[in-house]
């Protein structure tokens, strides 16, 4: 039974070191999302906006990738047209053209994270940077909380299908009603289920815990963190006033 674990757990392995998808995370919300740097970044900011499709490719998460994909050719369709709207529509185009081109490159980043990293290899990569466990365990926990919430609502939408609950036969404020309560119940009792599980497996236990998940640094990991680190090292020197 060890031994056919091991196996599995080798063969779930995702393409990144968790601790590398944190990293990249974090550096797209600081110079895609933040905008950090300003014009003087924008080839490395064209480099970092296609990592997250390169990797849900890798992973053949296409149903992601294709969404976003969608979202970001829409933003980019609103900067081109929002010279030649008129008045408020300009103001709205520019607005949805800011969020869908610096929010979906980081929001597909993080997608991808929690899609393809389990709760035991994200505990496992907080324990390997001696993340103190009064981090480990909520994140642990929301880390686990979000997918479980989302197909929770996909089961609440689906029940209000079978039951033939629509906007044009209830109103809208009636499908508020039949939506956001039990989704604020589910997600109560799935927070104090999860903690549950947390506590029954041993996180926050002064006692050291032994994990089974492959994790370590492959040639992709060296790869993409020799990029994050050339990305930062970058943004040091031209902020110091070095031509490159």
Sequence with gaps: ?????????K???????PRVKIALVLILAVFVMGGVGGPRMKYAVFGLSAIPFVLLLAEKQRKKFCRASTMLIIGYGCLWAMPHLPG????????CGYIFTRFVITVAMGEYAVATTSVSEFIAAMEKIHMPQAIIVPMSVMFRMFPTIGAEWKSICRAMSMREIRI???GIEKILEYQLIPMISS???I???LSAAALIRGLGSPVKRTN?????FRIQDWLLTAVCTAVIFFWLLTGLGATI
């Design 11 to 17: 063969k779930k392995r995702s393409f990144l070191d």
């Design 191 to 193: 927070g104090e289920e």
């Design 1 to 9: 039974m060890n031994y056919s674990s091991l196996t599995a757990q």
């Design 187 to 189: 997600g109560v009792r």
């Design 212 to 216: 089974i998940c492959q994790i370590g």
């Design 168 to 170: 044009t036969t209830a």
């Design 88 to 95: 408020i529509l300009k103001f709205i185009a520019l607005m």
